[in-house]
C-alpha cells in the first residue's frame, strides 16, 4: 500500500520560514524521484521543485530559487522528502503536495499526498 504522509504545515509570517516533510512508504517504482507541488484556488497545481532518487540533482520553479531548498533522507522502509521554505511571501500561500514518480518537472506523477496548507500573512 503507497503511503505518503506530509507534515509542517501552517501559518507564518511574510518573511518567515516552514519546513515541510512527506514520508512515502510501499512505492512500487524503483529509484523514484520525489518532490513538491502547490495548488491555490481556482489554479491548477503548479510545480515547485523535485530531487532525484540520490538528492544529487534537484530543479526549482524560478520564483522560490534561493529561497526553498528540497532535500531528501532514503531508508530501507520509506523515503522522506523536506522542503525548507524562507524568506516566505504572501504569494507562496498555497496547498502543498507531495509527489513520486519520473520526471516531475514535467509532472510525470505516479503518486500524490494529502496536501498540506501553508498560509503566509503579509
Known amino acids: 500500500q503507497v503511503q505518503l504522509v506530509e507534515a509542517g504545515g501552517g501559518l507564518v509570517q511574510a518573511g518567515g520560514s516552514l519546513r515541510l516533510s512527506c514520508a512515502a512508504s510501499?512505492?512500487?517504482?524503483?529509484?523514484?524521484?520525489m518532490g513538491w507541488f502547490r495548488q491555490t484556488p481556482g489554479k491548477e497545481r503548479e510545480f515547485v521543485a523535485t530531487?532525484?532518487?540520490?538528492?544529487?540533482?534537484?530543479?526549482?520553479e524560478d520564483s522560490v530559487k534561493g529561497r526553498f531548498t528540497i532535500s531528501r533522507v532514503n531508508a530501507y522502509d520509506k523515503n522522506t522528502v523536506y522542503l525548507q521554505m524562507n524568506s516566505l511571501k504572501s504569494e507562496d500561500t498555497a496547498v502543498y503536495y507531495c509527489?513520486?514518480?519520473?520526471?516531475?518537472?514535467?509532472?510525470?506523477?505516479?503518486?500524490w499526498g494529502q496536501g498540506t496548507q501553508v498560509t503566509v500573512s503579509a
Open positions: 509527489a513520486v514518480g519520473g520526471d516531475l518537472a514535467r509532472y510525470q506523477t505516479d503518486y
Open positions: 530531487i532525484s532518487w540520490s538528492g544529487g540533482s534537484t530543479y526549482y
Open positions: 510501499g512505492v512500487p517504482r524503483n529509484k523514484y524521484s
